[in-house]
């Protein structure tokens, strides 16, 4: 059997235009020769649509665009994901489904039996589980139906058991000759590896192939890479798709020939890492109407960074840096900037912020009087900056990017309203260890970024020689404590007990709970990690627990 996997960006919400994509992703899976043609899980409507499902209208017409769309289909059966309504009385409701469509009809639907609600997940919220999964026959072949999470039990990711039933043993005794997966999962650092194995032993348990389509785009804080594969019987890579682009291939499942991956389904993880925020950029801003960026060019790493990766997504004569040096500004940041500027060919113009802070410094002075300055008056120039960028914002329709990493999040070395101003925070999930790495792979044939910004020591540059030492532990030592504390859940003993100095620990950990409040209000975060701020992480503002 020849299979076509549309692995396609879609928008949620844009019934319309969904509609259209599929539609032309099917005809052209059929010209090549695909006798069955499958999409990722809630195509349909995008991934995830979150509380559009309790709007009165958006389920129904969820159902309707997939009645237009199956009456569109011809002898080759497509299998996409869509939202059902629940008719039943009691329960959610909805329904997360997938329609098995053919001449003309919705000829079978398949209910998701398994609803993540933990990390990003949240279906228990909106969807009714199935009590058991789908088997459709066609063209005498029994072809079992999975939606997502229904092959997530792999005790690789399991680490408790979280359901009652485990649809691939379920399938495993139902004499498949073919499991089909539609999936939308989103993607974090070294997640492949992972979905690889469940799709390989899933097949294998069943003893059929096994046709894994993902989503791909960004959503929001959500990126969805793609690589969607296709397994034999014996749980060997027939075809592995493309990573963060959309990818449209037919796969026989009987061939012998050596497995067809994509280049870019096992690239090294700084390509994945840059490849995942350059679409996030770019599907953020296209998908929420803007076409052209802007950011504040410090002359720092990250700053530098953002654009770099602005420039790759919108084009570089789409992106605008502003130099908004004080009078404390350094020149070589001046000159860091500009030259990033030339580099990467994006208009850049510089604007001194020395006057409006001595406007904002004479206008306090009265409340100020008699009390040495401080940090206060530091943040003056971090909330002119965010001042003049966003009057820039608003006069063009750009969109602000804010340059702020995750070390520098989690212990709320930012400016509340200064340099935390914008409409995406492009590297809040990379870690500044990461900026460097990341940076130096940028520049790995040609300097892109100026060495001089990768040497320097970093610096805020809100007072004369400051460092981000003077605050902070070095980089290296904080972001490792920052993983352990953020993303693995360790107490402050646990973090001692691995060798790391209390004091630092205790620093480090009191400054992550107290800048709980500025996280809440920050610009929403491209996800890369496991565990980002933002979507996923809930930890209330008003709290005194210490671990």
Not at 43 to 55: N, S
Not at 405 to 424: H, Q
């Amino acid at each position: 059997m020849r299979i076509g996997l549309a692995q396609i960006n879609t928008l949620v919400g844009d019934l319309a235009g969904n509609r259209a994509r599929i539609l032309d992703a099917y005809a052209k899976l059929v010209a090549d020769g695909a006798e069955l043609v499958l999409f990722p899980e809630l195509v349909v409507c995008g991934y995830p649509p979150r509380d559009l499902l309790f709007k009165k209208r958006f389920v129904a017409d969820v159902e309707r665009t997939t009645a237009e769309i199956a009456a569109e289909i011809g002898d080759v059966p497509a299998v996409l994901g869509y939202t059902l309504a629940n008719q039943a009385g009691a329960g959610r409701p909805a329904f997360n489904a997938a329609a098995f469509c053919h001449r003309g009809a919705i000829t079978k639907v398949a209910r998701k039996c398994l609803l993540p609600t933990y990390d990003v997940f949240d279906e228990d919220r909106y969807f009714e589980p199935a009590a058991e999964p789908t088997v459709v026959e066609f063209g005498g072949r029994r072809i079992g139906l999975t939606i997502c999470e229904d092959i997530w039990t792999h005790e690789l990711v399991s680490t408790r058991r979280r359901y009652h039933l485990d649809p691939v043993k379920w399938h495993a005794g139902a004499r498949l000759d073919l499991m089909l997966n539609l999936s939308a999962s989103p993607w974090h650092l070294a997640k492949n590896s992972v979905r690889r194995t469940l799709v390989s032993d899933a097949a294998r348990a069943c003893r059929c192939p096994v046709a894994y389509c993902n989503s791909v785009g960004g959503n929001d804080e959500l990126l969805f890479e793609g690589r969607s594969v296709v397994a034999d019987a014996h749980g060997r890579v027939l075809a592995g798709f493309a990573a963060f682009r959309e990818e449209l291939c037919v796969v026989d499942l009987a061939t012998t020939e050596p497995p067809s991956l994509h280049a870019s389904y096992e690239q090294e993880e700084l390509a994945d890492v840059y490849d995942a925020l350059v679409l996030g950029v770019r599907d953020y801003a296209h998908k929420t109407g803007f076409r052209k960026a802007l950011l504040g060019l410090s002359g720092g790493i990250d700053s530098a960074l953002v654009a770099v990766l602005a420039a790759e997504a919108l084009g570089p004569e789409n992106v605008t840096g502003i130099s908004l040096p004080s009078a404390i500004s350094s020149q070589h940041s001046k000159d860091d900037a500009a030259a990033l500027a030339r580099n990467l060919g994006i208009h850049c113009h510089a604007l001194s912020i020395t006057d409006v802070v001595a406007a904002a410094e004479a206008t306090l002075a009265p409340v100020f009087a008699g009390r040495p300055r401080d940090i206060a008056e530091e943040n003056i120039q971090a909330r002119a900056r965010g001042l003049l960028l966003m009057a820039i914002s608003n006069k063009f329709g750009s969109l602000l990017l804010t340059t702020g990493n995750k070390s520098e999040l989690a212990v709320g070395y930012c400016t509340l309203y200064g340099d935390m101003c914008g409409g995406l925070a492009v590297i809040s999930d990379v870690y500044k260890t990461q900026v460097y790495a990341l940076s130096r792979w940028i520049n790995r044939q040609r300097e892109i970024i100026p060495q001089n910004t990768i040497d320097k020591a970093p610096s805020a540059e809100l007072r004369p020689n400051q460092t981000d030492q003077d605050s902070l532990p070095p980089y290296d030592l904080l972001d490792a404590i920052l993983k352990g504390y953020v993303e693995d859940g360790l107490s402050r003993a646990d973090l001692v007990a691995q060798g790391f100095d209390r004091d630092v620990v205790n620093d480090v950990v009191r400054k992550v709970d107290l800048n709980e409040y500025k996280r809440k209000q920050a610009a929403p975060g491209l996800k890369i990690t496991s565990l980002a701020f933002g979507t996923g992480r809930r930890i209330p503002i008003v709290q005194k627990y210490v671990s």
